[in-house]
């Protein structure tokens, strides 16, 4: 079946570092890509996403790209802030039946130091 | 900027009793989701709707469970009797369309089951 695997977490960095943070997939057909990203005491926020192999979806400095042959979706960022320390949750679309269902994986928890 | 909200934040029952869920998606969105996430778990999709009637349901959305949308902008997720493994913490999302555009998801309400 369908299915999403992050890297455990949590992550911890200093400001300024590379965050990768993996994320894989299982799936038939060509699902859609998203990362989540949830903020304390605030609901999952799209991030970013990404439709169809190759692409690469960008936003606020972050990015990720749709690799079919390895099936996954690593997230980026070159530079990372306090303020990006937060929950991030890599998701597919399941492209069944047109009901938009996403499959989650399990969540990575970001914290950065100053 | 519209927003999802979803009440209470924090419900807590006793085992065996009903409790309902409330949601109020985005105005202008025609499709709505319930998601929950036991702690330390992934975040799992429950049931989708639309035109007033459950485009999609997961295997965890059995008899006990419920939705229903009672007046035009209220959506809401009813669990019978409530059991330990309820304890969770649930998301409410909306979108414009499946597969269009983005799921916007509330803050979440944790529900914890003695």
């Known amino acids: 079946g369908n299915s999403v695997t992050q890297m455990e977490g949590p992550v911890t960095l200093s400001e300024e570092a590379f965050l990768t943070i993996n994320c894989t997939y299982t799936?038939?057909?060509?699902?859609?890509l998203f990362w989540y990203v949830q903020y304390p005491g605030e609901g999952l926020q799209l991030l970013l996403k990404a439709t169809k192999a190759d692409d690469k979806g960008s936003n606020k400095g972050f990015e990720a790209t749709y690799r079919k042959e390895t099936t996954s979706f690593h997230l980026e960022k070159g530079s990372v802030q306090v303020s990006d320390s937060a929950v991030y949750f890599c998701?597919?679309?399941?492209?069944?039946?047109?009901?938009?269902?996403?499959?989650f994986g399990q969540g990575t928890t970001l914290q950065v130091k100053p | 900027e519209p927003e999802v909200t979803q009440t209470p934040s924090h419900q807590v029952t006793q085992m065996g009793q009903e409790v309902i869920l409330r949601c109020v998606p985005i105005?202008?969105?025609?499709?709505f989701y319930w998601y929950r996430q036991i702690l330390g778990q992934k975040v799992e999709f429950l049931v989708s709707?639309?035109?007033?009637?459950?485009?999609?349901k997961s295997e965890i959305f059995d008899d006990q469970f419920s939705v229903e949308r009672p007046d035009g902008s209220n959506f809401t997720l009813k669990i019978r009797s409530t059991k330990l493994e309820d304890s969770a913490m649930y998301f409410c999302a909306s979108s414009v369309g499946p597969n269009i555009g983005e799921q916007f998801f509330g803050p979440g309400t944790r529900l914890t089951v003695l």
């Open positions: 998701a597919l679309d399941t492209r069944k039946g047109n009901t938009g269902k996403l499959i």
């Open positions: 105005s202008n969105h025609l499709y």
């Open positions: 709707f639309y035109n007033n009637e459950i485009s999609e």
């Open positions: 799936a038939t057909g060509y699902p859609s």
